[in-house]
């Protein structure tokens, strides 16, 4: 996500919606070999009109297939694909660390009753995760 992210915000809104796709498609390989293959070709057509979007694309490329080098299930791939997981879970964990989740945890004095309504939080994240 970030690394899409990053890659769009250097091209003009005309250019987004093709350029994602492009990127989908390539993060959607099973295999490495085939997406970084794609992955280059979409930055040899990037470089001449847009460097700096290339610029983006190109770094970091390896670490991005990372999942796909190690084989992983497609379900898998699509979880860990994005940071969405693991920011839900410190953003609850801040929460909970501020006493603010929604001013819940907030009016609950004792440290223990924090810790409750943490592990609460978290279990209600991970069952939203595993619906999507």
Not at 50 to 55: E, L, S, T
Not at 60 to 77: D, F, I, K, M, S
């Amino acid at each position: 996500m970030h690394k899409r992210r990053n890659v769009l915000k250097q091209l003009p809104k005309s250019e987004h919606r093709w350029v994602a796709r492009a990127l989908e498609q390539a993060w959607r390989h099973q295999d490495a070999d085939e997406a970084n293959t794609y992955l280059d070709e979409l930055i040899k057509e990037l470089e001449p009109k847009w460097p700096a979007a290339a610029a983006s694309l190109r770094e970091g490329l390896a670490q991005t297939l990372t999942c796909q080098r190690l084989g992983l299930p497609p379900e898998l791939l699509r979880a860990l694909g994005s940071t969405n997981l693991i920011e839900n879970v410190f953003s609850t964990a801040g929460h909970c660390a501020a006493g603010s989740a929604a001013g819940v945890v907030g009016r609950r004095r004792s440290v223990g009753r924090r810790w409750h309504w943490c592990r609460r939080r978290r279990a209600s994240a991970g069952r939203r995760a595993r619906k999507r």
